[in-house]
């Protein structure tokens, strides 16, 4: 367990925390007006280990072995020339700050942190934190990391939970739930729909599939993976045979195909691991997603123990009636997807840049 102090002063400005992984999420923008609810749970940090925040550079005053140098191999709108390591934590588990009132960039619904750290230790008032609460941003205090010390708070080390205690807490997370707005003038503030954790968890998979994919057609399982990539890869990729197979693995899961090219593998929540098969000497390449996105798409059904009677037990994930299915089909976050896309080196392949130079009518179209 760890906090995090003033490096100005030594004051403490945050509660215990544990370390997790950063989420695939943590920079979604989402929709228009949507309240998102807080982005870390609470008793957490992440860190960040890309450069975020201003002060900002256009594309075009970017050297290009600079931007190679920093895993940029496409195109960006502009580069943060801030600091590496900010830490992201839940709101309410800061201490000892105060709002900086003039940094109050954003106020369409809240703060969107355009303006830099508008929170301020409030035993010296040096700038430490970036709060963010604006509509269709997920709600978080972002630490600087040239403004805060981190301290352990005792001896323990608590060990990352394994992949198997983590398939014993079976913690999925939803494909769809309800979306919340701001208010409507039709009276209704929100309506079912897929989750944006899914969006952004398979806006980042999706880049990972094209490049996987070599330029070639791509299939994948069918049901509800089938659902939220097949389409999408489908018309990005040309048709023909010789299609790439993608396939899921992971713990519990039978051991890959030697012939599978694709695998889809789980991220371990706290480290940020990637799932490895056992045979290391695979070639497959794996494509990552956020623990809980993966474990629904291994085990679709929820565990519904049984008998059940009298109150609902716990673990039991059921609703009468049951929850709405979307009335759209599943599109990935596109702003995920171009982040990890510009990342990757496959990106300067003709084909994957014509893509991604032509992401805006792909929106028109629905894919994204």
Not at 259 to 265: E, K, Q, R, T
Request: proline residues 12%.
């Amino acid at each position: 367990m760890f906090v995090f102090v003033c490096a100005g002063c030594g004051a403490r400005l945050t509660t215990p925390l544990s370390q997790v992984a950063l989420p695939a999420h943590a920079h979604q923008k989402y929709g228009n007006g949507i309240q998102l609810p807080v982005l870390m749970e609470p008793g957490t940090f992440a860190v960040d280990p890309e450069p975020w925040g201003p002060p900002w550079r256009r594309w075009e005053e970017i050297d290009p072995d600079e931007a190679a140098a920093r895993g940029l191999y496409a195109p960006v709108y502009a580069v943060s020339d801030g600091a590496p390591g900010a830490v992201v934590i839940a709101p309410g588990d800061t201490r000892g700050t105060l709002l900086i009132p003039e940094k109050g960039g954003g106020y369409c619904c809240g703060l969107d942190g355009a303006d830099g750290p508008n929170m301020a230790c409030e035993a010296c008032g040096l700038p430490v934190a970036t709060r963010i609460d604006d509509c269709s941003l997920w709600q978080a205090v972002w630490l600087a990391p040239n403004a805060v010390r981190r301290r352990p708070v005792d001896d323990t080390n608590a060990a990352p939970l394994s992949w198997a205690e983590l398939m014993a807490e079976r913690k999925g997370t939803l494909p769809f739930e309800p979306i919340t707005t701001w208010g409507s003038l039709r009276g209704l503030d929100h309506w079912w729909s897929w989750s944006p954790q899914w969006e952004a968890a398979a806006g980042r998979a999706l880049a990972h599939l094209l490049a996987a994919s070599e330029g070639r057609p791509v299939t994948v399982p069918d049901g509800i993976i089938a659902e939220v990539f097949q389409r999408a890869l489908d018309a990005l990729l040309p048709a023909g045979p010789s299609a790439r197979r993608a396939v899921l693995a992971g713990p519990e899961q039978p051991a890959p195909d030697t012939d599978a090219d694709i695998l889809l593998v789980p991220v371990h929540p706290q480290t940020g691991e990637t799932w490895t098969p056992a045979d290391q000497a695979s070639s497959a390449y794996p494509v990552p997603l956020p623990f809980g996105v993966w474990l629904w798409l291994a085990f679709p059904e929820p565990y519904l123990p049984v008998p059940a009677s009298g109150g609902m037990p716990d673990g039991v994930l059921r609703d009468d009636p049951p929850a709405p299915h979307p009335h759209h089909l599943f599109r990935a976050d596109p702003g995920a997807f171009h982040h990890t896309l510009v990342r990757l080196p496959a990106v300067r392949s003709p084909w994957l840049r014509e893509i991604l130079e032509n992401l805006t009518q792909h929106m028109r179209a629905c894919l994204f």
